[in-house]
Every structure is written in C-alpha cells, then in structure tokens.
C-alpha cells in the first residue's frame, strides 16, 4: 500500500469516527446532520445562494438536495426568492427561524468540535488547516 493511500485511509477513519460521535449527540433537535450542514453553509452566507453553489458545498447528489430543501422550506428555515439576475433561478437564504436554530445548534456543535479536536495541539490544528484546505483546491496563502 502507497503512504498515499494509508494517509487516505487514516484520513477516513478519523472522519467516520469523528462523524460517528458528533451524530450521537443530543445536540440536534428534530434536524439531521446534514440539514444542519445545509443550514450551516447558508449561515455563512452574505447573500442567498443558487441551489447549485449549495451543492459545492454539501455532501449530497442535487436531488437528495432539492429534496431537503424542500422539506427545510416546508418547516420555515429556509426562504426561496428568485433570482434578479436570472428570473427562472431561485436563490435560498435562511429565515430568522433558520437562522435562530443554526445559533441554538452550533453553539453546543462548536463544543462537541472543540473537545474532539483538543488531542491537537495548536501547531496541529494549525497543519490539519492547511493540510485540508490545500486537498480542498484552496490552498490557504
């Protein structure tokens, strides 16, 4: 086996455990995991996003998506408007009720982050950064 290959397989197994633990915490509400990633990406958003540039950003095929888009509309945390810049686009943005749950869960989110990654030290947390922002095409300068 390539060391490539093992750094990817180590790289896999901390992501599985990690994301294991996080799912088993009594932090979600009546969300999933991945409606709070979606709610999450919005929330760093200075502007509503097309449907397509929330789709870079989550682990989700376009129609499981579309789906949970659907369904995030339907509970009221997530508002669709169209688009001004092309009239058949619609952009989403969180509602103040999306945007209240994405605080009420990510506050007690950050935490449960904090406390998994503090087998880090800093200087680590600091290469994990660049290490994964440079796989990710965005190589912080």
């Not at 979606?38 to 929330?43: A, E, I, R």
């Not at 810049?85 to 749950?101: F, I, M, N």
């Amino acid at each position: 086996m390539t060391r490539a290959n093992e750094a990817w397989e180590s790289l896999m197994r901390a992501y599985a455990v990690l994301m294991k633990q996080f799912n088993a915490e009594d932090v979600w509400g009546d969300l999933t995991m991945r409606e709070y990633d979606v709610l999450y990406t919005l929330s760093k958003c200075d502007s509503p996003l097309r449907m397509s540039e929330l789709n870079r950003h989550v682990l989700l095929s376009q129609p499981a998506l579309s789906r949970m888009v659907d369904r995030l509309v339907d509970r009221g945390l997530v508002d669709r408007c169209t688009d001004p810049g092309d009239r058949r686009g619609v952009r989403l943005s969180l509602t103040p009720a999306g945007r209240q749950t994405q605080q009420d869960i990510g506050r007690p989110h950050a935490r449960s982050v904090a406390r998994a990654l503090n087998v880090l030290t800093p200087q680590e947390l600091e290469q994990l950064a660049v290490i994964t922002a440079k796989l990710a095409g965005n190589e912080e300068k």
